[in-house]
């Protein structure tokens, strides 16, 4: 009854202030821009149905969606030794038109490879290739209606002539998740504004509006305007004069700042909840696609809140100033970021063996490399210097993450909260629903293995010290 | 058994002593008033009883507990001074509020409030926000807070700042209810007058140390002196009262001041008028103002300092002194 009582009072206290308003306005207007937006298809099939059929011949974790590339194919295909299934026609059943909801016939040219586990023309290749066409990755994105060797009348049959091959034709229709991977053509206030380009795949579009607007900068207004409003509760609660009433209820006072807190923490989740739920169902209306994963960055960002709502707390208790406390709290969300962006870079350096992007000749780097020029893309870079000797000798490995600075920064990320893991969780439970594996570039999915059991426990073991901290200071002082 | 007693209480802050050794007890029932000066201590008393400052030195027992308990908070009521309420409340929702915090039922919350808020004559804004009550209703609103859950021991700051003299009638009157009904009421006022008219007891804190305490009847009284006027046309006689060993102090109009030695009584006084023909119209032993006593007490206290030009100097706290 009593922690309700508080709960109340908290939601209570945050309503009666007009920047509540402001931020629940600002949501309401977001659902409302988002159920504007229009995505229309494009034709797509070709592209879907070739990503469609890669699984047949390999395994499409191994290799960069965004950006193939014949010998990687190759390469891919080599290792998978399962023989070499290469579409080369795609064609709409009958007088359908190239569209998700369409029925596609795919016709794969077929050739043995020495020493393959299994080849073309064995028997059981129809099953094989039923089970395997369209899984990709953890997606299922098209459904095989049936297998069978091709008719000798099929044009794309008579138009390749190749010795040893076989040809086989995949009749299969996308499924949703199918739809996920079909480019889309992305317009506003329902089709006035178009953008220019011949569609990028849904999923994609929808994992950069959930990662950029939603968790990136809808995340980051609603988290300070949390802290601006919450940042009241405590001082306001230790007023003279107010302060009395609350002290003299048959209440513990730690119990009292601990209600409190997890009253600010509900409230920061109703908001949340209220913006990340309102933005999904508007993109699932408007796109047809209801992904979950975004869901749980509620309680990613409502968790990443009780990191610097447990700051605010302690600088509330500890000062009695609302003011104090809002700027010491994004004060100290300043420094946690800029922590983990440099242990992050630190890591980078260290991982690509000292060679950045930054070391490394720019001009002869996007040349050679050929690849995004991102001083992410360590991967690209250290192949250059091997396929380059010319940038090998140009490039000077750092080991700034053996310098006092670096060893700093990362005892000081030791035990701090690690706020840029929570970042790249929500990254990842997007990318989980709306892209398939390296569509956008393998490292968003692989290349930062974070340990989460520790980033949220040594989170965790932060917020109860400051509690404590708070709730001690609370309990043993005289108001 | 004392429903409030302290024995030795003290509270440091720092170099200074808030309160220096005081010992006091209240009986269940009574209405106990606490004067002094502002910095007297008599806060700090108050808030040592009720746990939210604790003390340095000595004991304080509430209810035959340690003060401060959870189970003795929740047979208390506190009405602070110069409180302030969470504006965003309304005056219903915050009685809802704490009466939760101090574990009234639900139901019994929706019966008491309205009544309560009746009893301290607002109900009928009961809905509006805190922020839109004048200060009268404010402090109104901090008594009902107070009385809401039927505590036992009842500790009013200054329960009348802010109220206008109707309202003071009426929450006088709510006191003298509650005494009635059997609460023990602590009250701390500046008005004197007041306290002189509700209080059983009072207890006078003299930077921090306890300088007076007992029945006001008591202290106020004086011995021997009295207030004597006769029929018009008659004459006081003098030199038989002197005789008598009486003490003519002054006249004021028709009034004489008469002060009776210790070891005699005014009956032989009165005797004598009668036996010189003299008609007696007014006879009464003269008592001291609270007021007076609480200037004589504080002065006595420290001598040489000159209150009522300190009290000048202190419009807005020191009304209570005049």
């Keep these: 009854m009593k922690f309700l009582a508080i709960l109340r009072d908290s939601l209570r206290e945050a309503m009666d202030s007009s920047v509540f308003y402001v931020m629940i306005g600002l949501s309401v207007l977001m659902i409302l821009f988002t159920l504007t937006i229009s995505f229309t298809p494009t034709a797509g099939g070709e592209a879907v149905m070739q990503m469609a059929s890669l699984p047949v011949a390999l395994d499409p974790s191994d290799l960069n969606l965004a950006q193939l590339d014949p010998d990687a194919l190759l390469r891919s295909v080599l290792k998978a030794n399962r023989g070499i299934f290469q579409p080369v026609g795609v064609d709409t059943i009958g007088d359908q038109p190239d569209a998700p909801t369409s029925t596609f016939r795919v016709t794969l040219l077929a050739m043995p490879v020495p020493n393959a586990v299994k080849n073309p023309g064995d028997d059981g290749v129809e099953a094989e290739i039923r089970s395997r066409f369209g899984r990709l990755d953890r997606w299922h994105i098209a459904e095989v209606i049936d297998v069978r060797r091709a008719a000798p009348d099929n044009p794309h049959v008579s138009a390749t002539v190749i010795p040893f091959a076989k040809y086989y034709e995949v009749t299969a229709r996308p499924t949703a998740d199918g739809t996920r991977l079909w480019p889309h053509k992305f317009s506003v206030l329902f089709g006035a504004f178009t953008f220019p380009g011949n569609g990028t795949p849904l999923g994609a579009q929808l994992w950069l509006i959930e990662n950029y607007v939603l968790n990136g900068v809808g995340a980051w207004v609603i988290v300070l305007v949390s802290i601006v409003i919450t940042s009241f509760f405590i001082p306001n609660m230790l007023r003279k004069g107010t302060v009395d009433f609350l002290l003299v209820k048959p209440i513990r006072r730690a119990t009292l700042l601990m209600y409190k807190f997890i009253g600010g923490l509900a409230f920061i989740f109703l908001n949340t909840s209220f913006a990340i739920v309102g933005m999904w169902v508007a993109l699932g209306l408007r796109s047809g696609v209801w992904a979950t994963g975004v869901l749980f960055t509620i309680l990613i960002i409502t968790f990443f809140f009780a990191i610097l709502y447990s700051v605010s707390v302690f600088f509330g208790v500890l000062t009695g100033s609302p003011i104090a406390a809002i700027l010491l709290t994004c004060f100290s969300w300043g420094v946690l970021s800029l922590t983990g962006c440099t242990t992050e870079y630190y890591d980078f350096v260290k991982e690509s063996g000292g060679i950045t992007a930054r070391n490394a000749a720019p001009p002869v780097t996007v040349a050679v490399a050929g690849l995004s020029p991102s001083p992410l893309a360590a991967g690209p870079l250290m192949a250059a210097t091997i396929l380059n000797p010319e940038v090998a000798d140009r490039i000077t490995p750092s080991r700034s993450y053996e310098s006092w600075f670096a060893q700093s920064v990362y005892a000081v990320h030791y035990v701090l909260p690690r706020t840029r893991d929570l970042d790249e969780m929500t990254t990842h439970f997007l990318l989980r629903d709306l892209v398939v594996a390296n569509q956008v570039g393998d490292q968003h999915i692989k290349a930062k293995p974070l340990d989460w059991t520790e980033s949220i426990t040594v989170s965790g073991i932060f917020i109860v010290l400051l509690l404590g901290m708070s709730c001690w200071w609370f309990a043993t002082k005289d108001y | ?322």
């Design chain 2, 1 to 322: 058994m004392s429903v409030i007693r302290t024995d030795n209480l003290v509270k440091s802050y720092g170099k200074v002593e808030a309160l220096k050794g005081v010992s006091i007890s209240v009986e269940r029932g009574e209405v106990f008033g606490l004067l002094g000066q502002n910095g007297a201590g008599k806060t700090t008393l108050i808030k040592a009883l009720l746990g939210i400052i604790k003390p340095t030195m000595g004991e304080a027992l509430l209810l035959g507990e340690r003060a401060g308990t959870a189970s003795v908070r929740r047979r208390v009521g506190y009405l602070p001074e110069d409180h302030r309420f969470p504006d965003y409340h309304t005056g219903a929702s915050l009685l809802n509020f704490y009466g939760a915090l101090l574990g009234v039922s639900a139901g019994e919350r929706s019966r008491r409030i309205p009544e309560v808020l009746d009893v301290v004559g607002i109900k009928g804004r009961m809905h509006s926000k805190i922020r839109t009550y004048s200060k009268g209703m404010k402090q109104r609103l901090g008594i009902a807070q107070a009385l809401l859950h039927q505590p036992e021991v009842i500790f009013l700051d200054e329960p009348t700042d802010g109220v206008d003299p109707l309202g003071r009638r009426e929450i006088r009157d709510l006191m003298q209810t509650l005494k009635e009904k059997g609460a023990t009421i602590f009250l701390n006022s500046h008005l004197l007058g007041e306290v002189e008219l509700i209080c059983d007891r009072v207890a006078i804190l003299q930077r921090g140390n306890l300088v007076q305490i007992g029945a006001v009847s008591d202290l106020t009284q004086q011995h021997g002196r009295y207030s004597l006027r006769l029929a018009p046309g008659d004459a006081l006689p003098r030199d038989k009262f002197v005789q008598l060993g009486y003490q003519i102090a002054r006249k004021s109009g028709d009034f004489w001041e008469i002060i009776v030695p210790e070891g005699k009584t005014i009956d032989a006084g009165i005797a004598c008028l009668a036996e010189s023909g003299l008609r007696l119209r007014h006879l009464v032993e003269q008592r001291q103002s609270l007021e007076e006593l609480f200037i004589e007490t504080v002065e006595a206290a420290e001598p040489g300092v000159d209150y009522s030009r300190a009290h000048r100097t202190r419009p807005a706290r020191g009304d209570g002194y005049r």
